[in-house]
């Protein structure tokens, strides 16, 4: 990625200006596909966070910067509950930290849109982070 392109996506997506955007991989139970999401992370030295949302008890009072400590510059949404998903993406987008699989699509299509979209939104999301 261009260093241009890579202002235009730390400014689309609210990343830090570190050399190193911190990823949020938020879920509920971890499947095959997280395990691999992980594991790929790590072997190209990304950072990616694993963070179960059934142990969250989140404060709305607290801060935009303090939810991007606890979540990084950017949440990749994996729940399977749709509506735990769905409430924890409002409130995400709600304190600035962009998700992966939108509170506007969830609400949009339902639980159909995360089974549709993960693997649209992954693939795009990985080759932005792989510059492929």
Same mark, same amino acid.
């Given at each position: 990625?261009?260093?241009?392109?890579?202002?235009?996506?730390?400014?689309?997506?609210?990343?830090?200006?570190?050399?190193?955007?911190?990823?949020?991989?938020?879920?509920?139970?971890?499947? #095959?596909?997280?395990?691999?999401?992980?594991?790929?992370?790590?072997? %190209?030295?990304?950072?990616?966070?694993?963070?179960?949302?059934?142990?969250?008890?989140?404060?709305?009072?607290?801060?935009?910067?303090?939810?991007?400590?606890? #979540?990084?510059?950017?949440?990749?949404?994996?729940?399977?509950?749709? #509506?735990?998903?769905?409430?924890?993406?409002?409130?995400?987008?709600?304190?600035?930290?962009?998700?992966?699989?939108?509170?506007?699509?969830?609400?949009?299509?339902?639980?159909?849109?995360?089974?549709?979209?993960?693997? #649209?939104?992954?693939?795009?999301?990985?080759?932005? %982070?792989?510059?492929?």
């Amino acid at each position: 990625m261009l260093s241009s392109e890579k202002l235009r996506w730390k400014e689309k997506t609210g990343a830090s200006n570190s050399s190193m955007t911190r990823i949020g991989l938020i879920y509920d139970r971890i499947r #095959f596909e997280e395990k691999e999401m992980i594991k790929a992370a790590k072997k %190209i030295n990304v950072n990616l966070k694993p963070i179960d949302s059934k142990d969250l008890c989140l404060n709305l009072s607290k801060s935009e910067g303090e939810y991007r400590e606890l #979540f990084g510059d950017i949440a990749l949404q994996r729940c399977i509950s749709y #509506f735990r998903g769905l409430h924890m993406t409002a409130i995400l987008e709600s304190k600035g930290v962009p998700v992966v699989n939108s509170y506007k699509v969830m609400a949009t299509y339902g639980p159909e849109a995360s089974k549709l979209s993960h693997t #649209f939104n992954e693939s795009m999301l990985w080759r932005s %982070i792989l510059r492929v």
